[in-house]
C-alpha cells in the first residue's frame, strides 16, 4: 500500500493508503466530505535511526560551518575480547 496526501481547501492535508497507482486525482476529505486535490510530497523517509540522522545533519552543516581542527583527534586503543585471554600464549 502506498501514501497518497491530498490538500482540502476547508480542513487542510490528509493522507490516504491505497494500492500503487490506484489515486485518483481527487479525494473525498474525511472530516468535511468536500473533493481535495492530490498534491505530490517528498516520501516519508523519517524511519532514520537516530546516529545517522545526526551524522547526515553533521555533514549537511559542515558544508555553510565547517568544524575547525587544531589537531589530530587520538582515539583509545580498543580493549581486547574477554576471551581472547583464555586462548594459548606462545
Known amino acids: 500500500m502506498a501514501t497518497y496526501e491530498?490538500?482540502?481547501?476547508?480542513?487542510g492535508r490528509f493522507e490516504t493508503h491505497q494500492p500503487m497507482g490506484t489515486a485518483p486525482a481527487s479525494h473525498e476529505c474525511r472530516h468535511c466530505g468536500r473533493p481535495a486535490r492530490r498534491i505530490f510530497?517528498?516520501?516519508h523517509l523519517t524511519a532514520v535511526p537516530a546516529r545517522l540522522?545526526?551524522?547526515?545533519d553533521r555533514a549537511e552543516r559542515s558544508g555553510a560551518e565547517p568544524e575547525v581542527v587544531t589537531e589530530v583527534p587520538r582515539r583509545k586503543?580498543?580493549?581486547?575480547h574477554p576471551s581472547l585471554s583464555r586462548l594459548p600464549r606462545p
Open 77 to 80: 586503543p580498543p580493549e581486547p
Open 53 to 56: 540522522a545526526a551524522a547526515l
Open 6 to 11: 491530498y490538500d482540502c481547501p476547508r480542513c
Open 41 to 43: 510530497s517528498a516520501p
